[in-house]
T-cell receptor
Framework: AQSVTQPDIHITVSEGASLELRCNYS??????LFWYVQSPGQGLQLLLK??????LVQGIKGFEAEFKRSQSSFNLRKPSVHWSDAAEYFC??????????FGAGTQVVVTP | GAVVSQHPSRVICKSGTSVKIECRSL??????MFWYRQFPKKSLMLMAT?????????EQGVEKDKFLINHASLTLSTLTVTSAHPEDSSFYIC????????????FGPGTRLTVL
């Protein structure tokens, strides 16, 4: 069965600094990987996804993620964070039936 | 495109009553919809998967008689929490998967249920 691990429960970053959120997955086949963002009391918004092809994926809001098969990782990055990026971020992998497995989430706090 | 709505956004009810939550895909046909439950500061827990016109498939540990799911059309799925109790209080989120972009789920804004 597939699984997703987000090692960092909480990250604090200064506004304007770079951000990297870690995600490791366990899946037998080539995974479909996603990053979602959730603001307080809201649903999830898709940031980006990886199915195949170029391992560096560009998403919305200036985010990108890199798929590294050798490390079973799909880390999310942003070069310069904005205060509005404060939110909960979820990494997810889907199986062949389309059923999602979410990581535990990483809470991002942005300080002035 | 790919907008999913939920109604209501918040609901407070008395213990023992039933509550219905609607999930709609506004600009696409959703062949499959998913219902999740999210506890405070926790990840999403999949409750059930519903395909239009067929019975929902529930995850292990989810009571199908308590959480009734109906997916009567390609744009609407409903979750009814029957005989709600305080422990059912939670944030319920639906997602929908369309007939064209079948590998991606689009999420609704969620419904905060509080049972007194």
């Amino acid at each position: 069965a597939q699984s997703v691990t987000q090692p960092d429960i909480h990250i604090t970053v200064s506004e304007g600094a770079s951000l990297e959120l870690r995600c490791n997955y366990s899946y037998g086949a080539t995974p479909y990987l996603f990053w979602y963002v959730q603001s307080p009391g809201q649903g999830l918004q898709l940031l980006l996804k990886y199915f195949s092809g170029d391992t560096l994926v560009q998403g919305i809001k200036g985010f990108e993620a890199e798929f590294k098969r050798s490390q079973s990782s799909f880390n999310l990055r942003k070069p310069s964070v904005h205060w509005s990026d404060a939110a909960e971020y979820f990494c997810a992998v889907t199986d062949s039936w389309g059923k999602f497995q979410f990581g535990a989430g990483t809470q991002v706090v942005v300080t002035p | 495109g790919a907008v999913v709505s939920q109604h209501p956004s918040r609901v407070i009810c008395k213990s023992g009553t039933s509550v219905k939550i609607e999930c709609r895909s506004l600009d696409f046909q959703a062949t499959t919809m998913f219902w999740y439950r999210q506890f405070p500061k926790k990840s999403l827990m999949l409750m059930a998967t519903s395909n239009e016109g067929s019975k929902a498939t529930y995850e292990q540990g989810v009571e199908k008689d308590k959480f009734l799911i109906n997916h009567a059309s390609l744009t609407l799925s409903t979750l009814t929490v029957t005989s709600a109790h305080p422990e059912d209080s939670s944030f319920y989120i639906c997602s929908a998967r369309g007939d064209r972009d079948t590998d991606t789920q689009y999420f609704g804004p969620g419904t905060r249920l509080t049972v007194l």
